[in-house]
């Protein structure tokens, strides 16, 4: 006597072999294409499985015969998959590196959400002295645009856009140079940002030769970090949370950055079961 499995045991049994077979097939195209095109887990799973379909049917119309674990049929397959995530990857290279505008075009624009002006980094122009309360600024400006969709801080310029230069954050300098000056802000992002978020942010300097007198000014670059970046403003004080609203940079309660980062970092499939599990360990354990 015959027995017949039901349908719906071959679609629930064949349901998580597509799914692990895409992630592998997602897993090694991006190692393949490593540096040429980041993707997260999900979508290189999507387009795997897509990629996969299309390997498959190639596969079937030059071959009926053709099987789904033949070398064929698995070689088209792994073909489209890694093409399908290079084609996604460069697409979405193109998109998100947009050609940067120059300071001087910053300049004419003016502050926004994405562009912030400081006069200096470390002097108080009223007192004339070294504050360390223009290091914290600098740094909380920086981990609102890292928290937020990245941004440009202009250093040695004015509220009105005019350029200032350097010349008084260099003279608390020993050595005044731009040198000595990018390993001053790189340690205080370090300190305060922690440095894998301090590596993140590109520091380049412009010699403004349309300006009187040809200032320098400070271009801080940061893009969008992964995860949430946390300001560290002194011994005895709590992570703070900082993010870029409009034209400046706010601090949020603990309750909105709770909020904030579920939502702009939310947990990844994986983890987020894991984290249930542990949760429900817990409270079993407690009863």
Same mark, same amino acid.
């Given at each position: 006597?015959?027995?017949?499995?039901?349908?719906?045991?071959?679609?629930?049994?064949?349901?998580?072999?597509?799914?692990?077979?895409?992630?592998?097939?997602?897993?090694?195209?991006?190692?393949?294409?490593?540096?040429?095109?980041?993707?997260?887990?999900?979508?290189?799973?999507?387009?795997?499985?897509?990629?996969?379909?299309?390997?498959?049917?190639?596969?079937?119309?030059?071959?009926?015969?053709?099987?789904?674990?033949?070398?064929?049929?698995?070689?088209?397959?792994? +073909?489209?998959?890694?093409?399908?995530?290079?084609?996604?990857?460069?697409?979405?290279?193109?998109?998100?590196?947009?050609?940067?505008?120059?300071?001087?075009?910053?300049?004419?624009?003016?502050?926004?959400?994405?562009?912030?002006? !400081?006069?200096?980094?470390?002097?108080?122009?009223?007192? +004339?002295? !070294?504050?360390?309360?223009?290091?914290?600024?600098?740094? !909380?400006?920086?981990?609102?645009?890292?928290?937020?969709?990245?941004?440009?801080?202009?250093?040695?310029?004015?509220?009105?856009?005019?350029?200032?230069?350097?010349?008084?954050?260099?003279?608390?300098?020993?050595?005044?140079?731009?040198?000595?000056?990018?390993?001053?802000?790189?340690?205080?992002?370090?300190?305060?940002?922690?440095?894998?978020?301090?590596?993140?942010?590109?520091?380049?300097?412009?010699?403004?030769?349309?300006?009187?007198?040809?200032?320098?000014?400070?271009?801080?670059?940061?893009?969008?970090?992964?995860?949430?970046?946390?300001?560290?403003?002194? !011994?005895?004080?709590?992570?703070?949370?900082?993010?870029?609203?409009?034209?400046?940079?706010?601090?949020?309660?603990?309750?909105?950055?709770?909020?904030?980062?579920?939502?702009?970092?939310?947990?990844?499939? +994986?983890?987020?079961?894991?984290?249930?599990?542990?949760?429900?360990?817990?409270?079993?354990?407690?009863?």
């Amino acid at each position: 006597m015959t027995t017949t499995i039901p349908v719906v045991w071959l679609i629930a049994a064949a349901l998580p072999i597509i799914l692990l077979v895409a992630w592998a097939f997602g897993a090694f195209a991006r190692w393949v294409l490593r540096g040429r095109a980041r993707l997260g887990v999900a979508t290189s799973v999507v387009i795997s499985i897509m990629g996969t379909a299309i390997g498959l049917l190639i596969a079937g119309w030059i071959s009926p015969q053709a099987t789904p674990w033949g070398l064929m049929s698995i070689v088209l397959a792994l +073909g489209m998959s890694i093409a399908g995530i290079a084609i996604y990857g460069a697409i979405a290279a193109h998109f998100q590196h947009p050609q940067r505008d120059s300071v001087a075009e910053m300049l004419a624009a003016g502050e926004s959400d994405r562009v912030e002006f !400081k006069s200096t980094a470390r002097v108080n122009l009223h007192t +004339g002295a !070294k504050d360390d309360r223009m290091e914290l600024v600098i740094a !909380k400006t920086v981990c609102g645009f890292l928290n937020g969709d990245g941004g440009t801080l202009l250093v040695g310029v004015d509220d009105a856009g005019t350029p200032l230069g350097l010349e008084a954050d260099y003279a608390t300098l020993k050595v005044p140079d731009a040198d000595r000056y990018e390993l001053f802000l790189r340690d205080l992002l370090s300190t305060s940002l922690g440095q894998n978020a301090a590596a993140a942010v590109g520091i380049e300097f412009t010699t403004m030769t349309d300006a009187a007198g040809e200032p320098v000014v400070c271009r801080l670059t940061c893009e969008p970090s992964p995860r949430p970046v946390y300001l560290r403003s002194g !011994k005895g004080v709590g992570p703070e949370l900082w993010v870029r609203t409009g034209n400046s940079t706010r601090q949020l309660s603990v309750d909105e950055a709770n909020s904030y980062v579920m939502h702009r970092w939310p947990l990844s499939l +994986g983890a987020t079961v894991a984290a249930q599990f542990r949760a429900a360990v817990r409270f079993s354990e407690q009863r």
